[in-house]
T-cell receptor, first 116, second 111 residues
């Protein structure tokens, strides 16, 4: 199993450009999450999904959109990138069953985005 | 707001036990304590979790106080590879969509 993969690993954008970050998981997990991490900070939740076709806002959703058309994929979109969106973006997924041990989040390797 | 409070940083000598504290004074009866760590710039990695009993696995031990308002993660024999940021999180058993990562504790293992 590949676990959680993220595409691309690095990206540089100019202000106003758009892009989509792809997250894929092969563990048949229900829940998927997008976080951002700024230097010296913890992770902040942007959006999440509790199942195929569903999305919800997290702590810092402004400037981002998401879609979960397939259970294994969770896309994060930036319609008009701003320098404040320079960050490392992590995707995660979790199974979410009645057994707490299986509710750990599995994280991808991250996407480093710079907006000039 | 984060539901947990952790020291910003800690040092530990290589080979010694690293004890990382976490305060979660507002924890609810149905919330578990989870620990993750983030090595350098990688994605966070699950370590251990518990409800009210002490737990141990191949990576660490988790000690939760009787009133459940605080806990301690113990790395029994710290190595240089344990240098990381450690996050303490409280969340309900499952289907919790309000998981909050704070800033964590930056653990430095000293040679």
């Amino acid at each position: 199993n590949a676990g959680v993969t993220q595409t691309p690993k690095f990206r540089v954008l100019k202000t106003g450009q758009s892009m989509t970050l792809l997250c894929a998981q092969d563990m048949n997990h229900e829940y998927m999450y997008w976080y951002r991490q700024d230097p010296g900070m913890g992770l902040r939740l942007i959006h999440y999904s509790v199942g195929e076709g569903t999305t919800a806002k997290g702590e810092v959703p402004d400037g981002y959109n998401v879609s979960r058309l397939k259970k294994q994929n969770f896309l994060l979109g930036l319609e008009s990138a701003a320098p404040s969106q320079t960050s490392v973006y992590f995707c995660a997924s979790s199974y979410e069953s009645g057994t707490p041990r299986y509710n750990e989040q599995f994280f991808g390797p991250g996407t480093r985005l710079t907006v000039l | 707001d984060a539901k947990t409070t952790q020291p910003t940083s800690m040092d530990c000598a290589e080979g010694r036990a690293a004890n990382l504290p976490c305060n979660h004074s507002t924890i609810s009866g149905n919330e578990y304590v989870y620990w993750y760590r983030q090595i350098h710039s990688q994605g966070p990695q699950y370590i251990i979790h518990g409800l009210k009993n002490n737990e141990t696995n191949e990576m660490a031990s988790l000690i939760i106080t009787e009133d459940r308002k605080s806990s301690t993660l113990i790395l029994p024999h710290a190595t240089l590879r344990d240098t990381a940021v450690y996050y303490c999180i409280v969340r309900v058993a499952y289907r919790d969509d309000k998981i909050i990562f704070g800033k964590g504790t930056r653990l430095h293992i000293l040679p």
